[in-house]
């Protein structure tokens, strides 16, 4: 219920432990699409970050969110945040190319910081 009650606007369904199993709709999650998994797998990650001592989430491969998932995420993370629920979220996203680029709409969101490191040219 937990994830339902924090990240239940990422979900395409309400999620429920049944019979020692995550489901979505009533199917089991390894039966999801990969984009309904990574929505499921992001808002398990906030719940567990939210009862944590260090209520931090780390939230990888952020870039195989679409657009929509990415701002969900990031906006559900903020609102946690500003009613003390999580201290804070971070996401690691590989960038294909300009990555400020792909992440252009989730800098816009208050509160958002977008950290970019570039890979040094080996010579």
Same mark, same amino acid.
């Given at each position: &219920?937990?994830?339902? &009650?924090? /990240?239940g606007?990422l979900?395409? *369904?309400? /999620?429920? =432990?049944i019979d020692?199993?995550?489901?979505?709709a009533g199917?089991?999650?390894? @039966?999801?699409s990969? *984009?309904?998994k990574?929505a %499921? =797998?992001? !808002?398990?990650?906030l719940?567990?970050a939210? @009862?944590?001592?260090i209520?931090? /989430?780390?939230?990888g491969?952020?870039?195989?969110? &679409?657009?929509v !998932?990415?701002?969900?995420? #990031? $906006? @559900?993370?903020?609102r %946690?945040?500003n009613e !003390?629920k999580?201290?804070?979220? #971070? #996401?690691?996203?590989?960038?294909?190319q &300009?990555g400020?680029? $792909?992440?252009?709409e989730v *800098?816009?969101i $208050? !509160?958002?910081?977008?950290?970019?490191?570039?890979?040094k $040219? *080996?010579?």
């Open positions: &219920d937990r994830v339902n &009650d924090l /990240a606007s979900l395409p *369904s309400p /999620a429920r =432990y020692g199993e995550i489901r979505l199917w089991p999650h390894r @039966t999801a990969d *984009s309904e990574l %499921l =797998y992001a !808002g398990i990650c719940a567990f939210s @009862t944590a001592q209520r931090v /989430a780390v939230i491969r952020f870039e195989s969110f &679409d657009n !998932g990415k701002v969900k995420l #990031v $906006e @559900t993370a903020a %946690l945040v !003390g999580l201290d804070q979220m #971070v #996401v690691v996203h590989v960038a294909q &300009d400020a680029g $792909e992440l252009a *800098s816009k $208050e !509160g958002v910081k977008v950290i970019q490191c570039n890979k $040219e *080996s010579k």
